[in-house]
């Protein structure tokens, strides 16, 4: 069956069903897939005749550096350009150490699975090129520095992933199958775009900036129990419950690839567009002091602890309880239909885990009435400061609030999905409905709504052909939609739905050199139409590209050398990527 575990294991120690007939198409699609990118153990031992392990390790450097020029148009978005202004062209945005090490251990027909990673990545420490102290959305450190917890999320990071207990039990001569532990369930039939997979697990989100990244590749462990149970040859049930909650990670603020400077790791304020033409005025009025030196009454009525500082200020933001995340999963494997196609039904009952924007308390700045100057003449002298400083076609653009990160809970999800064998092609889709999910309204804050999302997808080995040894094409189009909202009530600069497609197509050459074979990725997305407010796929403007080419060599299954060039395309108004093309590189050792 297709509940897939994200990742390096042998086969046989997860297995999800007996049958092989209902395992055919799954490991057909999988076969394929590893090929691309799944290591050979390295270390596999047996300190008893009944006891195995296999232990794999793997070192790797990267760099990178950007390659473009800084668009205008991009580094005038006062709500978005700390990441863009924070590296010139030529800037080295990764200059990262990581290590990820993984074992497995076996005993009969039991097991545990332990994955751990760590990495250093001297690009986020020191100085930036940020040189728009006005525009900087820094509050803690200065405007040309990253924020500690920037630094965090992108500079240095060690942490455990996986962590559970597994085993296969014979339950009246059908196979139960049990996962206790940290770990990632997924769903669906997703290659490049996710659906419903997202609601089972968070992704690491840094991890999307390059295109052709699949899906699998970006999911993040959770405490759950799964289980899995063959009702019949050709009939399972699958269910999880979740104990542990965690939001997705997000390209931290003020990062090469972040376009936010209020969302989500490293965010503390936010300067709206409309305060950016009067900016050297609004902060003329702050530097005053009159707000920080008033009686606390009044300065608790303008909101002292708001304007202190340019722009909207970052409150507590309010995560998603660790319980209530559960799913259940149904598949059938019609042996005579076509070469034999599965299906699968799914409900899940999940909780947000993207961030979204909330902004509380927002108001505009106004003059206090006669009656208020008298009861308190403070008053008068902030209305006579407030009157000299900002020109009165901008006195309503001074805003007084905050914002914070909300997740919002019981979303509901209802899913299904087929994959089959259609001639020599691996052919794949799912279809979800999501109930009360987040989107944004006209103000960019988060509100509940019903979308919908398809995807049909592929995979083609086209063999030997005159290009390469082999040549294999993955692809997958998708479409979402927002239900029940009219265009005025989601965020203005948002489509009520969307469609995209991703794609890569790989040439492989085998021993170019003794023991190196070659592989040639070149991967893209495209956003056919639509800047849609109901997924990320789909979060660019009609005709956003992105295109990278790259070569990876590998020798005796051991080393791995790459080099790729990444890039983006399509206006700056659809696409704030649009100006941040990357050349990377990357070397890696595995034993």
Known sequence: MKNKTIKTVKQDAVSHSSNNRIKLLPVAIATVVASMSAPAWSLSF?????????????????AAWRMSDHNDDLIGNSLGDDGNRNFEKGSMVTNRFSVLSEMDIRYQ???????????????????????????NNNLSVAYNEFTDETKDAHGKKARLLDAFVYGNFDVANRNLNVRVGRQVVNWGESIFIGNIGLAMSPVDGTKSNVAGVEVKDIYLPVGQVFAQLDLTENLSV?????????????????????????????????????????????????RQGIIANAPAPVASAVGANSIDAP??????????????????????????????????????NYHEKTPANVVRSLSNYQPYSDAAVAANPFLSALNTTYES?????????????????????????????????????????EIALRKDTTVLDQNGTAMRADTV????????????????????????????????????EIQSTAELHGSGLAGMVTLKYNNIFPATNLEVPISFRHNIDGKSAAGTFTATGSNSDRLSIGAKFFYQDQWEAGLSYNAYFGKAEDNAYTDRDYVALNVKYSF
């Open 46 to 62: 047996q300190p008893t005749d009944e006891v195995s392990v296999d232990w794999d390790t793997t070192l790797n450097y990267s």
């Open 109 to 135: 027909n039991m097991g545990a699975f332990v994955r751990g990673s760590a990495f250093y990545d001297d690009a986020y420490f020191g100085k930036n090129d940020n040189d728009s102290p006005l525009t």
């Open 238 to 286: 699958a269910a999880y419950s979740q104990w542990e909650w965690a939001k997705t990670e997000t390209n931290a603020v003020g990062s090469f690839f972040s376009v936010s400077d209020g969302i989500d790791e490293g965010g503390e304020s936010l300067l709206p567009a409309e305060q950016f033409a009067t900016l050297e005025q609004n902060v003329e009025l702050m």
């Open 311 to 348: 722009g909207i200020r970052r409150g507590k933001d309010i995560d998603a309880d660790d319980d209530g995340q559960w799913g259940l999963a149904f598949n059938y494997f019609a042996e005579n239909l076509g070469n034999g196609t599965e299906f699968g039904l799914y409900y899940i």
């Open 389 to 429: 400083n900002i020109p009165a076609a901008n006195r309503a653009q001074v805003p007084i609030g905050t914002y914070h990160i909300e997740y919002f809970e019981n979303i509901k999800l209802i899913g299904t999905s087929f994959g089959t064998l259609i001639g020599d092609t691996n052919v794949g889709g």
């Open 453 to 488: 999302q398809a995807q049909l997808s592929m995979i083609h080995s086209f063999g030997v052909t005159r290009l390469a040894d082999e040549v294999l094409f993955t692809g997958e189009i998708g479409y979402n939609q927002v239900l029940g909202k009219d265009k005025d």
